[in-house]
């Protein structure tokens, strides 16, 4: 945390914004912050509470601009948002020479639904992770979980702890959570249901939707925003019936328009207020991308996704 | 394999939505009538400027709102009036055939092919065998049994 402020004060002459992690209303919930004057570097922060991917914030409207362009705009990044950053350098939805990247590797993120389904928190005091316990101290004691119970989802089957861009990376490089092979235990646990198990598995999740498009929103992909099909009237793909096919439909716009994009940093499930594991389909159609193209999203800057490109050779395909 | 020029006429009705290229398919279906080749009646067609134009959505949308099942047919790679617009269907085509059984929804029910504007004759296998196809897997129960399709 100190190693970031330093960092972000020596860097402060070339920087107009900065944007990063504050804390939040207590000590488990962290927010973004937006650095605009060098008094308020102290504000920022860096722990496991620091849960937004911030790199929608340089390309969705109202994006974070750097009045004088001689300056340039500070983004911290986890190794999830880094990858998101390069898919909006891919596709030139942000300049690069623009950003001062501080890459942040990450040993996970806390979930704190998990977390406050362990036991109830009350004025919390502390909260850091050592190894591999978080530890809390509340008003009474001083509580124990091991990383598997309070993890976000996406944190367990994390592949990619460390920035794959950054101009300035703050702290060591960590090992990764999960491997290439196991990171798709989730998809495989529906995939091995029988075509109408996983329907009644999707039926019963997306039964839940309040289509509040809170997993849109959050997405640093998901860039049409106001101009999104899922509420033009024309096209009118969807309408103010709040059926199932309706639901299944977003969610399948949602997805669809993110295959061979989506680099699974898990927001849209972050935020969904229903619970409902929204990821699980962007990480079957990254899994389907991996396997037809041989492309993983999110690495290489130069790279062009794979469905904005063809490849006459291909047959199979 | 010989294809029957007919298609038994019993059973539930079955409604196929078919996504036509204008320059090829659309005139192949066009030659099939034209040289009075037998076809299935449970298909319904939409012609499009071109496969590139066939948004994977269009298929899953119908099979959401209860298609029994989804044909797109264009160009042969390296054929497509537009030089190239087959080459990005045939890629957003095979990714929405992995991801719908993933989401409960059948693949079988969802096929894409190619057939030129001279080729009637495939077109009639092509279309007869799809039909065949979605009639043994009957009507397709949608997301949602108390919904439009109930």
């Given amino acids: 945390m100190k190693e970031l402020r330093q960092a972000v004060e020596a860097q402060w002459p070339n920087l107009e914004v900065m944007i990063g992690w504050g804390?939040?209303?207590?000590?488990?919930?962290?927010?973004?912050?937006?650095?605009?004057?060098?008094?308020?570097?102290?504000?920022?922060?860096?722990?496991?509470?620091?849960?937004?991917?911030l790199t929608g914030?340089?390309?969705?409207?109202?994006?974070?601009?750097a009045e004088d362009k001689a300056k340039k705009i500070g983004v911290c990044v986890r190794g999830c948002d880094s990858r998101s950053l390069v898919a909006l350098i891919q596709e030139k939805l942000v300049s690069r020479e623009q950003l001062m990247v501080f890459g942040l590797p990450c040993q996970g993120t806390v979930d704190w639904r998990r977390l406050a389904a362990h036991s109830p928190l009350v004025g919390v005091k502390s909260a850091r992770i050592e190894g591999e316990r978080l530890l809390v101290e509340d008003s009474r004691t001083i509580r124990e979980f091991t990383l598997d119970q309070v993890l976000a989802r996406r944190c367990l089957r994390c592949t990619h702890p460390n920035p794959v861009v950054y101009d300035v990376l703050i702290g060591e490089q960590v090992a990764p959570r999960a491997t290439s092979l196991d990171r798709y235990r989730d998809v495989e646990r529906v995939e091995a249901l029988d075509v109408g198990g996983r329907l009644a598995f999707w039926r019963e999740a997306l039964d839940r939707c309040i289509r509040?498009?809170?997993?849109?929103?959050?997405?640093?992909?998901?860039?049409c925003q106001d101009r999104c099909i899922a509420e033009t009237r024309d096209p009118k793909w969807l309408s103010q019936y709040m059926g199932l096919p309706e639901k299944f439909l977003f969610h399948f716009?949602?997805?669809?328009?993110l295959a061979g994009r989506c680099t699974e940093c898990g927001e849209c499930e972050r935020v969904c207020p229903m619970e409902i594991p929204v990821t699980l389909m962007k990480e079957k159609l990254g899994r389907i991308v991996g396997d037809l193209m041989g492309y993983e999203a999110g690495l290489d800057p130069e790279a062009t996704p794979p469905l904005l490109t063809f490849n006459p050779a291909e047959t199979g395909v | 394999m010989a294809v029957e020029n007919a298609v038994a006429e019993s059973g539930p009705t079955i409604r196929i939505v078919g996504f036509l290229c204008n320059w090829c398919s659309y005139g192949g279906a066009d030659t099939a009538g034209v040289c009075r080749f037998k076809q299935p009646t449970d298909l319904r067609i939409i012609r499009?400027?071109?496969t590139g134009r066939m948004d994977p959505l269009f298929a899953a949308?119908?099979?959401?709102?209860?298609?029994?099942?989804?044909?797109?047919?264009?160009?042969?790679?390296r054929d497509c009036h537009y030089a190239v617009g087959n080459f990005y269907a045939r890629r957003r085509l095979e990714v929405l055939k992995h991801f719908l059984p993933f989401m409960g929804i059948d693949e079988r029910r969802f096929h894409y092919t190619w057939v030129s504007a001279s080729e009637g004759q495939r077109w009639q296998e092509v279309v007869t065998r799809f039909s065949e196809e979605i009639h043994s897997l009957g009507p397709n129960p949608g997301v949602d049994s108390h919904g439009l399709k109930a």
């Fill in chain 1, 23 to 53: 804390w939040g209303f207590d000590l488990l919930h962290g927010r973004p912050l937006f650095v605009r004057k060098i008094e308020e570097v102290a504000g920022l922060v860096w722990n496991p509470f620091c849960v937004q991917n």
């Fill in chain 1, 253 to 257: 716009i949602h997805a669809l328009h």
């Fill in chain 1, 212 to 223: 509040c498009y809170a997993c849109r929103n959050a997405c640093p992909l998901c860039i």
């Fill in chain 1, 57 to 65: 914030y340089l390309a969705k409207i109202p994006a974070v601009q």
């Fill in chain 2, 61 to 77: 949308k119908a099979l959401i709102n209860g298609a029994d099942g989804v044909l797109v047919s264009g160009c042969h790679p």
């Fill in chain 2, 48 to 50: 499009i400027p071109c």
